[in-house]
């Protein structure tokens, strides 16, 4: 009988290494009627053979906007507007996982942060050690921009207002602040220029966006949408070109801000030139350059987590592994009573206080008894070692 015990257990299922997931689905703040939702499904470890990690869903349309050496894809949901809720299938090797993301009621307000026009970078910010562009707008000129520091260097020191109003200076920074003033006829301004240690310059082209770092073979994560919040995102690899780090991304039609940072959360964005409140003047191909201009960007809702595929693994493998222990130690409490039974039995009377004499073949019936009570005790210790041990 107890041997039919652990023949059973040794016919479960196996306990060797499964597939385990090396992919997370993250999320960029959450799901609005009627608006693009976006989504990143990004690796978190090496696997080999590759992996890739399929998201899809019966309630709306999933669109691939870019893809990054097998380390992610960038997707975009197009939510609809009669949803309260919207439902995921997430599929990869080990498994459809079914998530179920609520519904907002409504895009929030976007408030973009005030600027000022006096000065506008091209790039959006400087980068130290990088040279980038400066449009200003004086009240009268001509007009000077000149570095307060030794670290801050404009050519040309003087230039003269265009038909437009406006004028053109090159600044290289060197330090880790850029502060200029801005001198004209009648007035003398001190500003200081945004400016983003080892971030990206960003720099408008129309239906593309130039992006420029001090670092070759670095990933720029960009994200771009409309007045009512975020409604694209991609990411590139930046070539080495010139002693720096370039890439040139398309941009989609309807985009008026574009955000570019070096870290997957987007902690250090920056923008390309901002669009100033009043009407620009096309008349000079510097006032052509500022009609191209975005606007500044508002407050990015947060990066959030929808699925951890090691994290849900590692929680389905403790779950197992503490259930097959809890069987295997069923298994050994079943065979003990089993053999205790056959013990009283074989050897006993009615109690251990009435013992039947032992003839020559009691007492080997007995010694045989006690060995296999033995070996099933060490088969029953050895199954929960291999249960701790071959779990992954």
């Known amino acids: 009988m107890s041997a039919a015990v652990f023949a059973v257990l040794a016919v479960a299922p196996p306990l060797g290494t499964r597939p385990t997931s090396v992919h997370r689905l993250e999320s960029l703040g959450d799901p609005t009627p009627g608006r693009p939702w976006l989504l990143r499904a990004l690796r978190t470890g090496d696997a080999s053979p590759s992996t890739g990690l399929r998201v899809t869903s019966p309630d709306a349309r999933v669109e691939s906007l870019a893809t990054l050496a097998g380390r992610g894809e960038w997707l975009r949901v197009q939510v609809p507007a009669d949803r309260t809720a919207l439902r995921l299938r997430v599929a990869d090797v080990t498994g459809v996982h079914p998530l179920r993301v609520p519904v907002a009621a409504g895009p929030s307000a976007v408030v973009?942060?005030?600027i000022d026009s006096r000065a506008l970078v091209l790039e959006g910010v400087l980068v130290p050690e990088l040279e980038g562009e400066v449009i200003v707008r004086p009240t009268d000129g001509p007009v000077e921009l000149l570095g307060v520091t030794e670290q801050v260097v404009v050519e040309p020191a003087r230039a003269a207002l265009d038909a437009c109003g406006l004028a053109l200076f090159r600044v290289?920074?060197?330090?880790?602040?850029?502060?200029?003033?801005?001198?004209?006829?009648?007035h003398r301004d001190e500003l200081r220029l945004p400016l983003v240690g080892g971030?990206?310059?960003?720099?408008?082209?129309?239906?593309?966006v130039l992006l420029r770092a001090t670092s070759p073979g670095a990933t720029a994560h960009l994200v771009g949408g409309d007045r009512a919040g975020p409604t694209w995102w991609s990411a590139v690899t930046l070539g080495a070109e010139a002693d720096e780090g370039r890439a040139r991304v398309a941009v989609p039609p309807a985009t008026l801000w574009v955000e570019a940072s070096h870290s997957a959360d987007l902690s250090e964005p920056v923008s390309p030139l901002l669009r100033p409140a009043s009407p620009p003047c096309l008349a000079t191909p510097?006032?052509?350059?500022?009609?191209?201009?975005?606007l500044a960007p508002p407050e990015l809702p947060p990066v959030r987590v929808r699925w951890d595929g090691p994290a849900e693994g590692a929680r389905l493998v403790a779950a197992r592994s503490q259930r097959m222990t809890a069987l295997c130690v069923l298994g050994v409490a079943v065979s003990v009573a089993l053999e205790?039974?056959?013990?009283?039995?074989a050897g006993l009377?009615?109690?251990p206080a009435a013992l039947k004499p032992f003839a020559g073949d009691g007492r080997t019936r007995l010694g045989v008894l006690v060995a296999g009570i033995s070996t099933l005790l060490l088969m029953g210790a050895a199954m929960v070692l291999a249960v701790q041990l071959r779990s992954p």
């Open 199 to 208: 971030g990206i310059a960003v720099r408008d082209d129309g239906d593309s």
């Open 172 to 186: 290289r920074v060197s330090g880790l602040g850029a502060p200029v003033s801005l001198v004209s006829a009648s």
């Open 340 to 345: 205790a039974a056959l013990l009283l039995g």
């Open 349 to 351: 009377g009615r109690g």
């Open 286 to 294: 510097l006032g052509q350059r500022m009609a191209r201009g975005r």
């Open 112 to 114: 973009a942060p005030p």
